[in-house]
């Protein structure tokens, strides 16, 4: 089945720091979503990016999607405390309601 | 900015009592959702709903589980005789469009006891 899968699996940073995520997947998609999660909190949509796209941006995240790679990347720059959280890339299926499917995550601390 | 919400935000129930978790979409959202994520694991997919029935579901979504719009703006989810291994975030979350961006409720924690 097709799966978002995050690495790292925990990453630490400075505060001003950028902090890089990367995402793989294995079949065709339609979309790649981003979300944050803070910890035992909803999650929140970030940016969603399609599978024509090759960059998005939005304030200080940077996405980017490689579909011959089946891998994306998220990017934060100058990164805050108020950054740390778990971030999920979420994948959808080409066609149909397709649900997302999600990795495990990357657990992301900004140390101040 | 419109936004899902979800009650309660906490429910504890015994094991083989039903519960009923409720969502309330984004009001011109026509796709909704129902994930689940047990502590520590990825977010996992339950079901998926449009046009007053389900469009998909996942194998987790068995004959203990059912969905319901019951008028034009709750989406619940229930399960019928809760196990412990149900204890989870309970998310749901809405779309205005096939493929694109869910929003997600905060969440319904349900410990099961």
């Known amino acids: 089945s097709q799966q978002g899968e995050e690495d790292p699996q925990a990453l630490s940073i400075q505060e001003g720091e950028n902090a890089t995520m990367n995402c793989s997947y294995k079949?065709?998609?339609?979309?790649l979503q981003w979300y944050r999660q803070n910890s035992g909190r909803g999650l929140v949509h970030l940016i969603l990016?399609?599978?024509?796209?090759r960059e998005k941006h939005s304030g200080r995240l940077r996405v980017t999607l490689d579909t011959s790679k089946k891998s994306s990347s998220l990017l934060i720059t100058a990164s805050r405390a108020a950054d740390t959280a778990s971030y999920f890339c979420?994948?959808?299926?080409?066609?149909?309601?397709?649900?997302?499917?999600f990795g495990k995550g990357t657990r992301l601390s900004v140390i101040a | 900015e419109p936004e899902v919400t979800q009650t309660p935000s906490h429910q504890v129930t015994q094991m083989g009592q039903e519960v009923i978790l409720r969502c309330v979409p984004i009001?011109?959202?026509?796709?909704f959702y129902w994930y689940r994520q047990i502590l520590g694991q990825k977010v996992e997919f339950l079901v998926s709903?449009?046009?007053?029935?389900?469009?998909?579901k996942s194998e987790i979504f068995d004959d203990q589980f059912s969905v319901e719009r019951p008028d034009g703006s709750n989406f619940t989810l229930k399960i019928r005789s809760t196990k412990l291994e149900d204890s989870a975030m309970y998310f749901c979350?809405?779309?205005?469009?096939?493929?694109?961006?869910?929003?997600f409720g905060p969440g319904t924690r349900l410990l099961v006891l």
């Open positions: 979350a809405s779309s205005s469009g096939i493929q694109e961006t869910q929003y």
């Open positions: 009001s011109n959202h026509l796709y």
């Open positions: 990016i399609r599978s024509n796209e």
């Open positions: 979420a994948t959808v299926k080409v066609s149909g309601n397709t649900p997302l499917v």
């Open positions: 079949t065709s998609i339609n979309n």
């Open positions: 709903f449009y046009n007053n029935e389900i469009s998909e």
